[in-house]
Each structure stands twice: as C-alpha cells, then as structure tokens.
C-alpha cells in the first residue's frame, strides 16, 4: 500500500531556472553538448553560475552522466546527484529528487536534465530492437512474440477496451490531438507551429496500430531540457518568480509493468496515475477545481483521457467531452504531440512559464499548474504553485 498521508515536502523547493535548445529532427550535434547548452541556458535564466551547482538529476535512459555534464558546463564538486528510472514517467521525479535533496540539505541549487537525439539517433518508436537479459526483458517476452513491438502497439491494447468499455470510438481520441496542435500553432519554439489539425485531418491520419491513428502518436524529437531546483528563500532572490513546488509524487500500481501491465483486473484506467494523484491532492490539500492549467504527458492521445479521470477531473469514460469543452487550459504549449518530445520535460517549463506569466499561450494568472510524467510506466507528477498562492 502506498503512502496514506500528507508528506512534508511541499512548499521547500522552488524552480528558479528553465532552458532548452531548439526542438528539431536533426540536432547535428553530440547529446552531450545538448545537454549542456541546456543546462547552461537553464543557469542563466535562474541568474546563476555553474559554481552555483551542487546536484544533479537526470533519467537512466540519458546518455550523459552527471558528472560528465558537469565537467563539460563547468560546474565544480557535486554533493548529490541521482537518475530516476522508467523513461518518461521519470520527468516529474526528477523534480521530487531535486526538492528532496534542497529540503534536506543536501544540496543548494540542483540541476535536473534530459537530453537526447531521438528522431536522429535511436528512435523509441521503432520498438525493441535488442534487449539484454533482464527481468524486464522476460516481462516483455510473453508479448514480442505475439507482434507487441513497439510503444503504439502496447498502449493499443489498452486504447481498444476503453473505446469497448465506454461505447466510444477513435474520434474521441482526436479531441487531444487538436487541442495540442491549436497551442502548437501559436508557439515559435515548437515543431509544429503555424500547423494546427483539425477532427477531419485526425481522422484522414493513417492507422498506426489501431485504434491508434499517426496523430494519436507523440512526434520524435532531438533536443534537451533543463530545469533549476534550489531553496524558495533562494529563489526569491533570483530574476525570475519562483515556482514553489507543492507537492510531488511518484506511484507504481498493483500489476505494473512498463507499458504492458496487461494481467491487471482492468484496461480502461491508469492505476501508477492513481497513486499520484491521491497523493499530490493530499499532500496540497488541493483539489480538482483548484487546478488552473493542465500540462499532462502525451505520449499517446488515450493515456490523457485517462489521466484526466484518474484525477478526478471528469468520470469514466467521460474525458474527451471535458477536452472538447476547453474545461481546462491543456497542454498549452502543445506538448509532446505539438512542440517536443522531450520525456515530458518540457512540460514543466511550460508550468513554470504559466506560473510567470510568460507562456506564449498564457491563461490568466494561475496559482496552481498540474505536471505529469510518462504513463503505462511507474510514473511521477508535480503541482506547482505561484509564490503566495
């Protein structure tokens, strides 16, 4: 059973520094230097200096280690540093790891980072090529052989019972993929900008696995993100407004696998979003009205639905209704199908831009943003709060 009550670390760490390089399908250059740059550029818009740093968090999956990037950005000795598994439902986590280490004391300005070639060098999308031995393998070796291959194949399965479960069909997955182009065609840094979708043109996409069309598919991307944790009391003392985080989470559910839980009692739901969700509402003392923005993983449009529900901001089989209303602000900065595939990195930039007040598609003033880290995969979230809030 996973934790039953409030935790202590909301409200001890902010960021105070977000920066990324371009988002492109040829980056023509090293994941190392990406890393760097972003690491770099994230230093600068905290008003900080590499001898600032001393912790860094990264993802498993990242070829560069801390070490490494700290070397090439010229940042000296490293009290903590830590890489937090799963692919992309580790992106919110790194965030928690930052917080855990400044509220502790462990560390005073953490640098979180994802860097990769991924549409240049090794797609994800193409599925599992090679694998070494490992429990995780033989996990997977009950489905490869039966044609599971890729990540669209895995988040099929789970994708048709809940169309059958809830009587819908795949149009009900393009409300997403619309709502994430129309923000993507009005930001500059994305991919597709200038190129927004309609219900038509998502349902003209050709079948991927079904019911998963190409639009229903996150892009693949080369690029990096970087993201600076340090003390609320720090920060305020820095260029920027702080974005106090909250609360932060990391859930796995009964059953779980990564992508292919499918001996669980039930398809249609997202139960490692669960787990997080139960805590970052009882650890903020939040709510799902209190949420002013949504920055949700959209590695595949049905996993949003889902996550939606898991939340408690709709009912069951009721969430591509909510994003057809324009319930919630989504994805505004159009997200993993619209600006990056960055391992949901670059939504909690997105956060902290709306928690500033500087997002291309800014909504309001809002004093609470919701972030969420890859699904089908233990998995990770965060809310984040403007100062005072």
Known sequence: MSVHRRDSLGGRAAIAGIGATEFSKDSG???????????????????????????????????????????AAGIGELSFFSRVHYGGGAACATVQQAALAVATGLAE???????????SGRRFGSGVQQREPSAEGAALGWNLPFGLLTPASWVAMAAQRYLHTYGLTPDAFGQVAVTDRRHAATNPAAYFHGRPITLADHAASRWIVEPLRLLDCCQETDGAQAIVVTTPERARTLPHPPALITAAA?????AQEQ??????????????????????????GLAPA??????LYD??????LMQLEEFGFCGPGEAADFVAADALPLNTHG???????????????????????????Q??????????????????GLVLAADGS
């Open 363 to 380: 909504s309001g003033a809002p004093a609470h943003v919701l972030v969420t880290a890859g699904t089908g995969v233990p998995t990770s």
């Open 109 to 119: 300005v953490v640098v979180c980072y994802r860097a990769f070639n991924e549409r």
């Open 290 to 295: 209190d949420i002013d923005v949504a920055i």
């Open 29 to 71: 250059r090293s994941e190392l230097k990406l890393a760097v740059e972003a690491v770099r550029a994230a230093l600068d818009d905290a008003g900080l200096t590499p001898a600032d740093v001393d912790g860094m968090v990264t993802f498993t999956m990242d070829t560069n280690p801390e070490i490494t990037v700290a070397q």
């Open 335 to 361: 997200g993993q199908l619209g600006e990056a595939y960055l391992h949901g990195m670059n939504g909690i930039a997105e956060a902290v831009r709306q928690l500033r007040g500087t997002s291309v598609n």
């Open 299 to 304: 590695h595949f449009t049905p996993f949003v």
């Open 250 to 254: 990391q859930g796995a559910g009964r």
């Open 259 to 284: 992508m292919t839980s499918f001996y669980r009692d039930a398809l249609t739901g997202l139960p490692e979003t669960r787990v997080v969700a139960r805590q970052l509402w009882r650890t903020s």
